[in-house]
């Protein structure tokens, strides 16, 4: 189902930690028009009243991830950070039936959009990408101050989308939330959006009636009015907006009857970063299913389900080793050991000159042909599917490129196969380079240590048709990993020779 996994991307190294380190102030939702929000939520609960909900069924929906870059290509978000949030956003909704699914990965590059999604360029633009076959998440980089939001209305006739800036949307709580208000739910503090949060000398202490829209009830400590004040949810308490950096709420703030609020932090919705654990509320994870099986949510149900298996270790890397240097520069071959169930892995390649670079493939090996001569570079690679993206990177490793030309394969020189014997090979021992050609081939065989020091070498070695046994002698050398290469023409070929005691 993952249709259009482009392999190429760029990020400019966005580092979510040093984001949320420097969390002053908290950026919190930024969901414009709550209010179409809730009355979303009412008109679906009054269409679903007689709904008969799906019993022990897990429904599958696709998220399509819009990885947006400035128009130059460069600060893309890195696709660790949506896989990390998929791997969240699963957790947050274990508990309900619902799971999610990568569907997509798209990547968009305009600046508008990175710095501006909120503006009438910005949207105009991300209305044209929409698909209405997922939930679409934008991450860029800012969101007007906010650390994401939800764009109402709901339905394909709608807007529907999510923006969530690429600091914050792998938090644990954050791509919950604003799917949680892509399924109709308000803030708990519904009304008191745009006051800033509750302020006794502004907003009084107790409260008044009204919350700071003008339009919504406060909601009542006891209950009474809560069909229908603040969020119209029952069971969230009654709350006025407290947000924190740390999950404490120590105010004393009063309902309009005088009786002190106890706000649920650990809510999903509401606004507390630094909580140990997060839920919805049991009225929550109703209106989330009102929502789910509602007319409108018909597109982000396919009735499919993605490859479940759990992906629980990460991949080896098997070549290059670390500290190796590669003699050609532009021929260098990555792998890494195979994970079971993974269908796709994540190889993230870094180096001083062009920063971070990530790749997708679906196979455990990836050629790369752009590197520069002489430069070291660090890479690491995850397994994941589309429905599993929680693993963790490899181990890094660093290897060096040579400066060595690649220009052709020894196949093309009528080599058809060759081979290193016996491997291993005790460190006093000869050993052979085995050829098997279709004409004759003039070739050097090259003996390395993995950091590029040539221990031996014997040069214009001529191999006629059929197979042919080179004879190497390089005198006693230390146990280890050692390259021989051959080189013939424009072509080199390589390959790995242990030696033991
Ligand atoms: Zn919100």
């Given at each position: 189902?993952?249709?259009?996994?482009?392999?190429?991307?760029?990020?400019?190294?966005?580092?979510?930690?040093?984001?949320?380190?420097?969390?002053?102030?908290?950026?919190?939702?930024?969901?414009?028009?709550?209010?179409?929000?809730?009355?979303?939520?009412?008109?679906?609960?009054?269409?679903?009243?007689?709904?008969?909900?799906?019993?022990?069924?897990?429904?599958?929906?696709?998220?399509?991830?819009?990885?947006?870059?400035?128009?130059?290509?460069?600060?893309?978000?890195?696709?660790?950070?949506?896989?990390?949030?998929?791997?969240?956003?699963?957790?947050?909704?274990?508990?309900?039936?619902?799971?999610?699914?990568?569907?997509?990965?798209?990547?968009?590059?305009?600046?508008?959009?990175?710095?501006?999604?909120?503006?009438?360029?910005?949207?105009?633009?991300?209305?044209?990408?929409?698909?209405?076959?997922?939930?679409?998440?934008?991450?860029t980089n800012e969101a007007?101050?906010?650390a994401a939001?939800?764009?109402?209305?709901?339905?394909?006739?709608?807007?529907?989308?999510?923006?969530a800036t690429s600091a914050y949307?792998?938090?644990?709580?954050?791509?919950?939330?604003?799917?949680?208000?892509?399924?109709?739910?308000?803030?708990?503090?519904?009304?008191?959006?745009?006051?800033?949060?509750?302020?006794?000398?502004?907003?009084?202490?107790?409260?008044?009636?009204?919350?700071?829209?003008?339009?919504?009830?406060?909601?009542?400590?006891?209950?009474?009015?809560?069909?229908?004040?603040?969020?119209?949810?029952?069971?969230?308490?009654?709350?006025?907006?407290?947000?924190?950096?740390?999950?404490?709420?120590?105010?004393?703030?009063?309902?309009?009857?005088?009786?002190?609020?106890?706000?649920?932090?650990?809510?999903?919705?509401?606004?507390?970063?630094?909580?140990?654990?997060?839920?919805?509320?049991?009225?929550?994870?109703?209106?989330?299913?009102?929502?789910?099986?509602?007319?409108?949510?018909?597109?982000?149900?396919?009735?499919?389900?993605?490859?479940?298996?759990?992906?629980?270790?990460?991949?080896?890397?098997?070549?290059?080793?670390?500290?190796?240097?590669?003699?050609?520069?532009?021929?260098?071959?990555?792998?890494?050991?195979?994970?079971?169930?993974?269908?796709?892995?994540?190889?993230?390649?870094?180096?001083?000159?062009?920063?971070?670079?990530?790749?997708?493939?679906?196979?455990?090996?990836?050629?790369?042909?752009?590197?520069?001569?002489?430069?070291?570079?660090?890479?690491?690679?995850?397994?994941?599917?589309?429905?599993?993206?929680?693993?963790?990177?490899?181990?890094?490793?660093?290897?060096?490129?040579?400066?060595?030309?690649?220009?052709?394969?020894?196949?093309?020189?009528?080599?058809?196969?060759?081979?290193?014997?016996?491997?291993?090979?005790?460190?006093?021992?000869?050993?052979?380079?085995?050829?098997?050609?279709?004409?004759?081939?003039?070739?050097?065989?090259?003996?390395?240590?993995?950091?590029?020091?040539?221990?031996?070498?014997?040069?214009?070695?001529?191999?006629?048709?059929?197979?042919?046994?080179?004879?190497?002698?390089?005198?006693?050398?230390?146990?280890?990993?050692?390259?021989?290469?051959?080189?013939?023409?424009?072509?080199?070929?390589?390959?790995?020779?242990?030696?033991?005691?």
């Amino acid at each position: 189902m993952i249709k259009r996994f482009i392999t190429l991307t760029l990020s400019l190294g966005i580092l979510l930690t040093a984001a949320l380190q420097a969390q002053q102030p908290i950026h919190l939702c930024g969901t414009r028009d709550v209010e179409a929000v809730k009355q979303q939520m009412l008109q679906n609960r009054l269409e679903m009243r007689d709904f008969v909900f799906p019993r022990n069924a897990v429904t599958y929906v696709p998220v399509r991830f819009i990885l947006v870059a400035k128009s130059d290509g460069s600060g893309r978000p890195n696709e660790r950070l949506a896989l990390q949030a998929l791997c969240n956003l699963n957790e947050q909704y274990a508990d309900q039936d619902i799971q999610f699914y990568l569907s997509e990965f798209y990547y968009y590059n305009s600046t508008t959009v990175y710095t501006n999604p909120t503006g009438f360029g910005g949207s105009t633009a991300i209305k044209n990408l929409m698909q209405y076959n997922a939930i679409n998440v934008f991450v860029t980089n800012e969101a007007d101050d906010a650390a994401a939001y939800y764009q109402p209305p709901a339905g394909p006739g709608g807007n529907d989308w999510i923006v969530a800036t690429s600091a914050y949307v792998s938090d644990v709580r954050v791509l919950a939330h604003e799917v949680g208000h892509f399924f109709s739910l308000p803030h708990p503090f519904h009304g008191w959006e745009s006051s800033g949060g509750w302020d006794p000398n502004i907003h009084g202490n107790p409260v008044g009636t009204m919350a700071p829209d003008g339009q919504t009830l406060n909601e009542l400590v006891n209950g009474s009015n809560c069909e229908i004040a603040g969020d119209g949810i029952c069971d969230t308490p009654a709350d006025y907006m407290f947000p924190s950096g740390n999950c404490t709420y120590n105010l004393n703030a009063k309902d309009p009857n005088g009786q002190l609020l106890d706000p649920d932090k650990e809510n999903i919705m509401n606004y507390h970063f630094g909580c140990s654990s997060y839920h919805f509320s049991d009225d929550q994870k109703q209106e989330i299913q009102n929502s789910l099986f509602s007319s409108n949510r018909n597109y982000v149900r396919p009735n499919y389900t993605p490859n479940l298996t759990e992906i629980n270790q990460s991949p080896s890397v098997i070549s290059p080793s670390q500290n190796e240097e590669i003699p050609t520069y532009n021929h260098v071959e990555l792998e890494w050991s195979e994970v079971p169930g993974a269908d796709y892995y994540l190889l993230e390649i870094s180096n001083a000159s062009f920063g971070t670079r990530t790749y997708i493939v679906e196979d455990n090996s990836l050629l790369l042909t752009d590197l520069e001569p002489n430069k070291g570079y660090i890479w690491k690679v995850m397994a994941f599917n589309e429905y599993y993206t929680c693993a963790n990177y490899s181990t890094q490793k660093i290897f060096k490129t040579g400066d060595e030309i690649f220009s052709a394969t020894v196949e093309e020189l009528g080599l058809e196969s060759w081979s290193v014997f016996p491997n291993p090979v005790s460190g006093t021992q000869r050993f052979f380079v085995s050829t098997k050609t279709t004409k004759p081939v003039e070739m050097d065989v090259i003996v390395r240590t993995l950091t590029g020091q040539a221990v031996y070498s014997k040069t214009g070695v001529k191999v006629a048709p059929g197979q042919t046994d080179v004879e190497l002698s390089p005198g006693k050398l230390p146990a280890g990993m050692y390259l021989v290469s051959i080189r013939a023409e424009d072509a080199v070929d390589t390959k790995r020779l242990v030696v033991v005691e």
